[in-house]
């Protein structure tokens, strides 16, 4: 697997996209860092913007970090645009873009509600699946989880379009925890991703205070300790929190 494309994928699989309001209106920001074993690996920042016709613009830009901008000087970018219907994130169009060389491969997917299809390109190959239980694009499977958590859910099912293929999600909600962050102190419920009704591989932290907006994420996966952590956060409303 090539270096862009496992940074784009423990992030996702720490993150994804976790920012949004029960009813997203302002465009949101937040920050953060990813460490393996306690060594910065990259910087991610998380954005939402939400259009006066509904529509939203949701991206996901990481940067080499630390030593490893010693080997990797390319940025990653995943978007997500897409219309909100009821509180809930419909995906129209999802793309990955990493400005490594000069001919990055062409990476998107469309979504076809009306004709239960999603089509695109990765790695320059066609793709082709169907649209199941109201399958989402990655990028937005934690705003999509948030959404849930704040209605009060616990158990949670998502199909997510990763890629060239459909991929069945599920995560739990468990306690609330106190976990210290760059931000200070916090109670956060603690969420886990699910397989076989056993916890696999990644936690999240989802204060309620910061509408469910996680503050760290854990991932571990082949021998490697991920930790995703927040160092700030702007609601776009001129409320904001950074770490000192």
Partial sequence: MRISAKLSLVIFLLLGSAIAHATPQLPIHADYVLK??????ATTRLSFEV???????Y???SKPAGLAKLFRRYTVVEKSTGRIIDDK???DRWSFIFDEGKNPPTQFLDFDYKGMKITGQYKGKDVYLPIINNAIDRAITQPTLILDLQSGETLFEYFVADRKKLKKYQYQSGEV????????ELDALKVQRMKDGKPHRTTLWCPPELHYVPV???HREGGLFYVLEITGIDWGDGTSLTSD
Avoid at 36 to 41: A, I, R, T, W, Y
Avoid at 177 to 184: F, P, V
Wanted: no cysteine; aromatic share 10%; proline share 7%.
């Fill in 36 to 41: 393996v074993f306690g060594l910065p690996l």
């Fill in 216 to 218: 760290r994420a854990e």
């Fill in 177 to 184: 925890e106190r976990i210290k962050t760059k931000l200070g």
């Fill in 89 to 91: 994130l419909y995906p």
């Fill in 51 to 57: 259009e006066e016709d509904n529509r939203y613009t």
């Fill in 59 to 61: 991206s996901v830009t």
